[in-house]
């Protein structure tokens, strides 16, 4: 299925929201930078090992946060250019994105000031708005290899992740209210998450960069755990590389947005 482009002359709106993504990705990315060296208080590794978490993955896992913001600073330089303004595709989901990075940087500082409790309701806002921007890159087929590089695989792979990293850090907020997950408990929770990030693979557009970086989170959390987490965790890995798979079956836009 091909799109039209631009639907004519970028408007004034289209270029403050163009200028509006700009400026959310470099300053998420900043905010990244930032949080991870401690600058707004403790690191998120820092207090990932002041409260232990069953769902916690290998530290490890959190270095894809740097693939994550490259490519959506490339998606927002992409949809920068004057061809593109315009497009449905952005007009759709660029003032979603801002808030995603307004949601994404202050949980960085809330998380780092240790204020757990809100910092989870901020992650969780972050991922009912990713899902909404997936849900509407599924009605908008990608025009091309560029908006399946520079558009949906960067939003799918960061929704992909946020989807499982709400869920762990969500356990690392039990264990701050002295409620920890135990290893059933956890497992349980797990397997949850996973059916639900398996269900949206296979509906939604841009499937395998939406699972990757989940898969990536799975594998991790398994490298990291043991017991009942652990199984339901290599399980999950293959269940969503299947999910995947099966989804690209379907052809390049299910696969690739």
Known sequence: MTTIRTTGPATRADTVRTWAVLAAAVLQTVAGSLGGSGFFGESQRVLSDRYPSVLAPATIAFSVWSVIYLGLLLYAVYQSLPGQRS????????????LTAAFNAGWIVIFSREYLGTAQL?????????GVVLWRLTRLPADGVADRVLVHGPLAFYAGWVSLATVAGFSVTLTYWGAALGPVTGAVVLLVAVVA?????????????????????????????????MAVA????????????????????????
Not at 205 to 220: E, G
Not at 238 to 253: D, E, F, N, S
Request: hydrophobic residues 65%; without cysteine; proline residues 5%.
């Open 87 to 98: 497009r449905p595709v952005h007009r759709a989901t660029g003032w979603l994105f801002v």
């Open 122 to 130: 901020v992650i969780t806002a972050l991922l009912v708005t990713l």
């Open 234 to 257: 290599a399980a999950g890995t293959v269940t969503l590389v299947l999910a995947a798979a099966l989804r690209a079956r379907r052809g390049v836009r299910p696969a690739f947005g």
């Open 197 to 229: 990030v398996a269900a949206v693979t296979l509906r939604t557009a841009a499937a395998v960069p939406y699972a990757a970086t989940a898969v990536w989170a799975s594998a991790w959390i398994a490298v990291e755990a043991s017991g009942p987490v």
